[in-house]
Nanobody, 121 residues
Framework: QVQLVESGGGLVHAGGSLRLSCAAS????????MGWYRQAPGRQRDLVAG???????NYADSVKGRFTISRDNAKNTMYLQMNSLKVEDTAVYYC???????????????WGQGTQVTVSS
């Protein structure tokens, strides 16, 4: 079994910064793609940023230039640095990872429990 645990959410004023972390643990052979998603009340869950095993990144247009995704493969941890936060960034942020697990090394998708980010005006 694999667990993804997010941390770093909280309340911040508009224009402020937060750094989210997602730590993966369990029976992990390797982690392929990872990503951050967010879901605001009454809305669908959308991709915020993704990062491949080769550190290729992609971002939603709404966060380009403000958010930076990164990963530390040695620690099985992913980060999201969020700068110049806006009220509309308020949402629950979820960590997602595609993990190869033993013994058959099948790729399986996992989700974290989510962390609340609230940006006040």
């Amino acid at each position: 079994q694999v667990q993804l645990v997010e941390s770093g959410g909280g309340l911040v004023h508009a224009g402020g910064s937060l750094r989210l972390s997602c730590a993966a643990s369990g029976s992990i052979f390797g982690i392929k793609a990872m990503g951050w998603y967010r879901q605001a009340p009454g809305r669908q869950r959308d991709l915020v940023a993704g990062i491949s095993s080769g550190d290729v990144t992609n971002y939603a247009d709404s966060v380009k230039g403000r958010f930076t995704i990164s990963r530390d493969n040695a620690k099985n941890t992913m980060y999201l640095q969020m700068n110049s936060l806006k009220v509309e960034d308020t949402a629950v942020y979820y960590c997602n990872a595609v993990v190869r697990i033993p013994p058959l090394y099948i790729s399986t998708e996992y989700w974290g429990q989510g962390t609340q980010v609230t940006v006040s005006s």
